[in-house]
């Protein structure tokens, strides 16, 4: 373009020196997203994200500290108490599949400020609940609605990051489940032991009405900020949006810099294809048909394996951590007690008797044992370490190595639970084990990089309802299983997690080589 007589040609032909210059070479999605750079659009992303995230933890955890406040007011029986437990769980399972579906055809954002709304109205409602049949509804459709806050959100924030920050972003993603381990608790110390006498409506105003009315506060703020996001430039990008995805991209680049839109270097981007959109549905036959084609893919033999392999982990994980976690607070009350001093965890469990059913002249006053609150902050903050260790770690170490390495340490914990009789040491190897969860993050992030975008977060939601669906089973039969055969089930968990190690061996992770191109690397993983 230096030489004077190539321009005078050039006007010669065409008649303008613009229609000579060289077109602008195309980018790859992996190339385009790199050069917007991490900075603060990033940050507030992760924020809104956790949010969501957080979010889902508060409204199906919140469950389970107004329990017995719950049989007080209601007069629920042991039975009804197992299904309020295990209601948001159930929504969760139900509605996955379909949050799936609709993030990968409607739009990740568009599909969570609906979802974000819907739980909040549904939440806010089961506060006014005058039987317990309507608080398991309410809870049910709680679950049902919130779903999508726990796995679309994987996609959405792993698709605004190039290879390079992904992993270690999602990672921290997670930490903000530990933070609502933090704030659920800290919430009920402040609001449960409150005395009310006033009433509204006729019913009276009991402080676990306005905990679930408190909760909601960190699902309204994820829905404000949802409003501030774009739809991903990935997703765009495949349902073959060019140049809103150039735009997305643009606005990333402005608010990382602070320099100008039209800096942006990128002109043209790769085009992308294999999108399904709503938009094709024009009946319920259409609807199944597309649904058909969205879950199919998962299955495909080149992925059936992985696909299996991943959820069946997730059962289990999510089966142990939610099984455990359910009766946490009623086994940190019983080892609290004079007479299990010096015993070993097995002995104080079997000699656990239930409570005795409300009397029914209503003369009945729980006061919430603070205590155990405190110890739950306890280990949401150590929690939250433990996924900044990992965060920080996962790339120096490989994801797959952390997720066998923690196994192995709850290994080590379950054989230690059959001989420890100290209290801060059984508590210590207990919360351990049950921090077997925290590989779920670590399994959603291998599971993440493997799916395609198109189908990406229906892979995500599909893996999350089985997760979910083992937190069902777990929460609902750990309790009569630590309590009547302790242990057998110590044991039986031991060889769960033998054979879950050996699973996740074979779990798809795909490592960064310092000699493999970002266009190579999305090659990579758009072709599988």
């Not at 032991?193 to 006729?202: E, I, K």
């Not at 603070?370 to 433990?386: E, H, K, L, N, P």
């Amino acid at each position: 373009m230096d030489n004077p007589g190539y321009v005078i040609d050039c006007e010669r032909e065409f008649g303008t020196v613009e229609k000579c210059k060289p077109a602008q070479r195309e980018y790859s999605f992996e190339e385009a997203i790199t050069l917007t750079g991490v900075g603060r659009f990033h940050l507030k992303l992760l924020l809104i994200c956790g949010l969501c995230f957080m979010a889902v933890m508060v409204e199906i955890m919140g469950v389970s500290l107004i329990m017995p406040l719950v049989k007080c007011d209601l007069q629920s029986t042991i039975e009804q108490q197992g299904m309020l437990a295990s209601a948001g769980f159930l929504g969760v399972v139900l509605s996955s599949h379909a949050m799936g579906f609709l993030a990968d055809t409607w739009g990740r954002v568009a599909t969570l400020r609906y979802a974000m709304m819907f739980s909040a109205i549904s939440s806010i409602v089961s506060a006014f609940s005058v039987n317990i049949w309507m608080l398991i509804v309410c809870r049910f459709l709680t679950g049902f609605f919130i779903s999508g806050g726990q796995a679309c959100v994987f996609s959405l924030c792993g698709e605004f990051h190039g290879n390079k920050s992904r992993v270690r972003h999602v990672t921290l993603l997670s930490c903000f489940m530990c933070i609502a381990m933090m704030y659920a608790p800290a919430v009920a110390i402040g609001i449960l032991p409150l005395q009310f006498d006033a009433s509204l409506f006729g019913m009276a105003i009991s402080s676990w009405r306005i905990f679930l009315i408190a909760d909601v506060s960190i699902t309204l703020l994820a829905l404000c900020g949802l409003y501030m996001l774009p739809e991903t430039p990935k997703y765009q990008l495949v349902q073959g949006q060019v140049e809103e995805a150039l735009e997305t991209l643009r606005n990333i680049y402005a608010q990382n810099s602070g320099r100008s839109s039209s800096d942006y270097p990128v002109e043209r981007l790769a085009q992308q294809s294999g999108g399904a959109s709503l938009s094709s549905v024009h009946g319920f036959c259409d609807a199944v048909r597309l649904i058909w084609q969205q879950t199919v893919p998962l299955f495909f033999r080149s992925r059936v394996l992985q696909t299996l392999n991943i959820c069946l982990i997730q059962f289990m994980i999510y089966g142990i951590a939610q099984g455990i976690f359910m009766w946490f607070p009623t086994i940190l009350n019983e080892l609290g007690k004079e007479s299990a001093q010096g015993s070993l965890l097995c002995t104080v469990l079997q000699g656990y008797s239930s409570p005795q059913n409300v009397p029914e002249d209503g003369a009945c006053i729980v006061s919430p044992d603070i205590s155990t609150y405190q110890v739950m902050i306890t280990i949401g903050g150590a929690f939250t370490i433990i996924y900044l260790i990992f965060a920080y770690t996962i790339d120096l170490l490989g994801k797959r190595n952390l997720l066998i390495g923690w196994m192995m340490l709850t290994l080590i914990c379950l054989v230690l639970l059959h001989y420890v009789t100290q209290f801060a040491p059984l508590v210590i190897a207990l919360t351990l084990v049950m921090a077997v969860g925290n590989c779920g993050g670590l399994v959603s992030t291998m599971a993440m990089e493997f799916y395609p975008t198109q189908i990406n977060a229906m892979g995500m939601c599909f893996i999350m309802m089985i997760g979910r669906l083992g937190a069902v089973v777990g929460s609902n039969l750990m309790g009569r299983l630590l309590f009547n055969s302790c242990e057998v089930t110590f044991w039986t968990l031991l060889g769960v997690v033998v054979l879950l190690t050996c699973m996740s061996y074979f779990l798809p992770d795909r490592a960064r080589s310092k000699n493999t191109s970002p266009t190579s690397s999305t090659t990579q993983i758009n072709s599988k």
